[in-house]
């Protein structure tokens, strides 16, 4: 069984930092892309970032993108999302996914899903 486990999150201010991880287990990790969504209460899941199998392309949402930086470690099966300058409208729950494409900024093409992690940043 596929599973992925967001871990990392926390409250914390804005303008500060925080790392998110993303344990995967029951798959060949480095044969998926991966990435990272987040809900708030009361919006739609929307994407925040992506990076490819080997790691050697990103995607970023326009709304995170200088402040997030997403990275791999293949070997740890590991996901990362780095997350700078933090704003309050970044308060979600961040989820990691996996899925069979190569990358994509599309949730419907993620099949497996963590159970997500929240991050709250307050002002």
């Known amino acids: 069984q596929v599973q992925l486990v967001e871990s990392g999150g926390g409250l914390v201010q804005a303008g500060g ?3 998110l991880s993303c344990a995967a287990s029951g798959l060949k990790f480095s ?6 969504f987040r809900q708030a209460p009361g919006k739609e899941r929307e994407f925040v970032a992506a990076v490819s199998r080997s790691g050697s392309s990103t ?7 200088g402040r997030f930086t997403i990275s791999r470690d293949n070997a740890k099966n590991t996901v990362y999302l780095q997350m ?29 899903w963590g159970q997500g992690t929240q991050v709250t940043v307050s002002s």
Not at 31 to 36: E, L, Q, V
């Open 59 to 65: 995607y970023y949402a326009d709304s995170v993108k």
């Open 84 to 112: 700078n300058n933090l704003k309050p409208d970044d308060t979600a729950v961040y989820y990691c996914a996996a899925t069979g494409m190569i990358i994509s900024v599309k949730h419907q093409n993620y099949n497996s």
């Open 31 to 36: 044969s998926y892309g991966m990435g990272w």
């Open 17 to 19: 930092s925080l790392r």
